[in-house]
């Protein structure tokens, strides 16, 4: 056959070099061999191609000689091969949700053409602002894949998509997760209190959160008083019970985050006083004792 340079089926370079840079390789078989044509370069007309005859790369000049094996260039057959079909994947919702981790789920449902596909996940804080990847991981079969974040912040949207790339890269959609607030300190109150002998106190515990929200958590804290001789706490959260005079360190605590306050008893007080009986009548002459006494708080 005449050599390819003269082939009248009219496939030039130019069309070569179209066909490469529409991402589709050209299959040319020469004497004896099938050459698998995957890129050019201008200058002189230089195809780059894989033989599969000795499965190396080498190049030749369109139109001319295969200078590796002096074989003549014929125009045999070109070949126009499509891309292989895209894989496809999707995005899961995220799980195992913490103020610092989460976990990114993500399902390929198709390998397309190509095998193995690399799934992998991008992830950020802001609505299609991917500023972080996580590790590919190579699939030979469709299934679900995941990967853990850690060190995320607390209080803090996080955005993500699957990612797949085979013959082709193509995304899953993009979902979002919110990582919860976490506590960063206790508050109790009142401060540094002082009640008599025999009195109770209630303290209250105000927690604030990492997204600055306060709560309540009188009766989510563990309370203490580390002099138990001095003053209890009871079962009611918050109710410090005084044993005997001094001072003693009420506690609350959370977790790692903890506040105290100092509780000073003092010394009992008259509650009340009463005089008895609380009436009397005598008679001209007669004598009547009246008897006082002080209800003392013990």
């Known amino acids: 056959p005449p050599p390819y340079a003269d ?4 496939f ?19 004497a004896g061999h099938s050459m698998l044509g995957y890129g050019y370069n201008t200058t002189g007309n230089i195809v780059y191609i894989h033989d599969t005859w000795d499965y190396s790369d080498h190049q030749m000049t369109w139109g001319g000689t295969y200078s590796e094996l002096e074989l003549q260039h014929y125009g045999v057959t070109v070949l126009q091969l499509a891309p292989a079909v895209p894989p496809s994947v999707t995005t899961n919702d995220a799980s195992s949700i913490t103020h610092s981790s989460a ?5 390929l449902t198709s390998l397309g053409g190509y095998s193995p596909v690399n799934v992998s ?9 991917y500023s972080d990847n996580t590790t590919p991981e190579a699939m030979t079969s469709i299934g679900v894949f995941s990967d853990n974040l850690s060190g995320l912040a607390p209080s ?3 955005y993500f998509r699957a990612k797949a790339t085979g013959s ?13 607030k976490v506590l960063t300190s206790i508050d109790i109150t009142p401060d540094d209190p002082t009640i008599a002998l025999g009195r109770t106190q209630q303290f209250t515990a105000t927690g604030t959160y990492s997204d600055a929200s306060t709560d ?5 804290v563990t309370w203490a008083s580390d002099n138990t001789t001095v003053a209890t706490m009871g079962a009611t959260a918050g109710l410090a019970q005084s044993l005997a005079e001094g001072q003693t360190t009420i506690s609350a605590t959370l977790g790692a985050i903890s506040d105290n306050t100092t509780l000073t008893v003092g010394p009992k007080v008259i509650d ?11 008679s001209p002459g007669t004598d009547a004792a009246i008897y006082r006494y002080w209800n003392v708080l013990r």
């Open 7 to 10: 082939n009248t089926q009219g």
């Open 12 to 30: 030039t370079f130019n069309d070569f070099m179209a066909e490469i840079d529409a991402g589709r390789p050209v299959l040319i078989q020469v």
């Open 103 to 107: 976990t990114l789920n993500g399902n």
């Open 121 to 129: 996940f991008e992830w950020g804080t802001a609505p299609g602002v």
């Open 156 to 158: 803090t949207t996080y």
């Open 168 to 180: 082709a890269t193509v995304y899953g959609a993009e979902l979002s997760f919110t990582t919860p």
């Open 216 to 220: 309540n958590i009188t009766g989510t």
């Open 272 to 282: 009340s006083i009463a005089v008895t009986p609380e009436s009397v009548s005598v």
